[in-house]
């Protein structure tokens, strides 16, 4: 079979230069140009992978011209080795391979069984993985091994700042990317890559400081919520109000009740309630934890295993949402899609929750996740004990509370929603006096 070969032109340090590179391709974008190594068009190598591969060069470098030659070279050949071999069992060819650069760290530490990454749970990697795109796209042509601590400043500085002129900075952004380098360092020194080097800049940050955003103080009001579970209903969609509802009448975060999927053998027997799609399994709140005879709702927390108990009757917002309610499979998630499947991920209820929140008219700085802290919130100013809201939020260094919720979750729920549902009495002047109504 003819060899393809590809020539072209490339800036180089600067100078336009001739390169002979076998599968090079350039994609302009607005402040660079990336490098790929593209495998060959013809039928006989569709089922090749990979499809393209990044080639992290510096073109500043004065050998960069030689370096992506070789990398082009390389690539064509093994791929050529397949074509000749007849082998698909080339799972090996395919890890990623440690080249210096902050790239290859960032395709290492996301692919290796035995680093941290693995063991995240689903929201927390895509939370890791925006941060790791932020440094591969930025960061990933340097050498771990030529750069020096301070330039971690410039990075922060160039992450923060804002999309638009004049807009708000993203320093969120900035401060998670710093964090997942420092995290980066230390899988490096796990894993042997570079330790020396990794151990010199993970030294030097942790003596650096970095603004993070401060506490969020936006508060969701009962009215907000509120709105926003009546256009859900209004909608029809009964799923989501309820989740709206259980949020902020029961402090409970939002994965505590869209739950989450993890990875199981075949072999692995499905609990009640649990939903298996290919090899990941769901586990979250269903419909018969919310109907049942006790019309009490007990949750163990996802953040300090800590178990919670509501009592539902005595909740508004969710009473609201249960006179929609019709005959209910039991094993039916809560936060569920128009067909009854669980959400692929927060992000994506995320997004199904603000079209409703637009609706209501909440602004865009009053986030889903601003419902827990709002509901806490309110309830203290209404005059709730501390203690049976530490109890009902699960808060983990209330160890004294713990046992009280123990002896009575019932009576500190009511009394709680008792309290709240008084002060929103007097304010919408309701009642005159302490009694409520």
């Known amino acids: 079979m003819k060899r393809r070969t590809r020539s072209g032109k490339l800036l180089i ?34 089922d090749y992978k990979p499809a393209t591969v990044r080639i992290h060069v510096d073109l500043v470098a004065p050998d960069a011209k030689q370096k992506i030659e070789d990398f082009c070279r390389r690539e064509q050949e093994t791929m050529l080795l397949w074509l000749d071999e007849g082998t698909h069992n080339d799972r090996e060819r395919l890890k990623p391979k440690f080249n210096g650069t902050f790239g290859s760290l960032c395709d290492l530490y996301e692919s290796d069984e035995e680093s941290g990454f693995a063991d995240l749970q689903a929201n927390t990697k895509l939370s890791y993985q925006d941060s790791l795109k932020i440094i591969r796209n930025d960061i990933g042509l340097r ?31 900035a401060y998670g990317a710093i964090g997942q380098i420092k995290i980066l360092l230390g899988y490096g020194i796990e894993a042997n890559y570079f330790p020396i080097h990794c151990e010199r800049l993970l030294k030097a940050m942790t003596k650096m400081r970095f603004a993070k955003n401060p506490p969020r103080g936006v508060t969701m009001t009962f009215e907000q919520a509120k709105a926003i579970v009546c256009e859900a209903l209004d909608s029809g969609d009964s799923s989501t109000a309820m989740v709206q509802a259980l949020q902020y009448e029961c402090f409970l975060r939002q994965i505590d009740i869209i739950g989450k999927w993890r990875i199981e053998p075949a072999s692995y027997v499905l609990k009640s309630g649990e939903i298996r799609r290919g090899k990941e399994v769901w586990h979250g709140m ?66 199904h929750w603000r079209s409703y929140a637009n609706q209501a008219e909440v602004p865009k700085n009053v986030w889903n996740m601003d419902n827990r802290a709002s509901g806490i919130t309110e309830a203290t100013a209404a005059g709730a004990a501390h203690d049976d809201l530490a109890s009902g939020a699960a808060h983990a260094s209330k160890s004294t509370t713990q046992k009280i ?33």
């Open 13 to 46: 340090a600067g100078r336009e230069v001739s390169i002979n590179a076998p599968g090079l391709k350039q994609i302009k974008r607005k402040d660079r140009i990336d490098l790929y190594w593209v495998k060959d068009e013809a039928p006989q190598f569709a």
């Open 405 to 437: 919720y123990m002896r009575g979750a019932r009576e500190i729920s009511e009394r709680v929603q008792l309290a709240r549902q008084k002060s929103r009495k007097r304010k919408n002047g309701l009642i005159a006096n302490d009694r409520v109504a």
């Open 143 to 173: 050498r771990i091994d030529l750069v020096a601590p301070k330039y971690f400043r410039t990075c922060y500085r160039a992450w923060r700042k804002p999309v638009k002129e004049g807009g708000e900075e993203r320093v969120r952004r």
């Open 286 to 351: 269903t419909i018969g934890m919310i109907l049942n005879e006790e019309k009490l709702l007990r949750v163990r927390t996802s953040k300090t295993a800590q178990f919670v108990a509501h009592a539902i009757e005595k909740c508004e917002l969710v009473t609201i949402c249960l006179e929609s309610w019709g005959a209910l499979d039991s094993d039916r998630p809560v936060a569920c899609r128009t067909d009854g499947t669980p959400w692929s991920d927060h992000r994506d209820f995320g997004k």
